[in-house]
C-alpha cells in the first residue's frame, strides 16, 4: 500500500526543491511541519497529549497549545479538543482517568502566552458544543 504523499517515507512522491538560506541551511518543509493547537479553526476537532494539559496555582486548566493538534486518535495522543472562541474544550470522556496536580507550569521553550484556557465537558455537551461552534 502507498504512503501518503507528505509522508516522512513516502516512496510515490516527486522530489521537492525545499529553499535554503545563505549559509545551505534548509527551511522546515510544509510536509514536515506538524499541526499544533493553535493552529486548529474554531469548531476544529483533533487530539492531542493529555499532559498538554495542566492545572494552575488557582487550580484553574489550561492547555499549551504549542502541542501538536493530531486528526486521528492513536498512541498518547487520546484528549480530544475543540477550539472555541477563547478557550480549547476537552472531552472529560477522552483523559480516563489522568489527574492532574496543580503547578507553576515549566514547559521547555513556552512562553505563559501558549497557555489557553480550557472548558472541560462531559461527552454529550461536547459534542453538542462543537456542533453549535460549527454553525457559526
Do not use: H
Not at 493547537?37 to 504549542?66: C, H, K, Y
Amino acid at each position: 500500500m502507498p504512503l501518503e504523499r507528505n509522508s516522512l517515507f513516502c516512496k510515490n512522491c516527486e522530489p521537492s526543491n525545499e529553499e535554503a538560506d545563505e549559509e545551505g541551511t534548509s527551511f522546515l518543509p510544509s510536509s514536515m511541519k506538524e499541526s499544533t493547537i493553535s493552529d486548529l479553526a474554531v469548531g476544529q476537532v483533533a487530539f492531542t497529549l493529555p499532559w498538554a494539559m495542566f492545572a494552575d496555582m488557582n487550580e484553574r486548566l489550561m492547555i499549551v497549545e504549542s502541542y501538536p493538534a493530531e486528526k486521528r486518535r492513536g498512541g498518547t495522543t487520546q484528549m480530544r479538543i475543540a477550539k472555541s472562541n477563547g478557550n480549547i474544550l476537552v472531552d472529560r470522556g477522552s483523559i480516563w482517568n489522568e489527574k492532574y496536580t496543580p503547578c507553576v507550569p515549566c514547559y521547555a521553550g513556552v512562553s505563559p502566552d501558549q497557555y489557553v484556557p480550557v472548558t472541560l465537558l462531559p461527552t454529550n455537551a461536547f459534542n453538542k458544543a462543537v456542533e453549535r461552534l460549527s454553525k457559526q
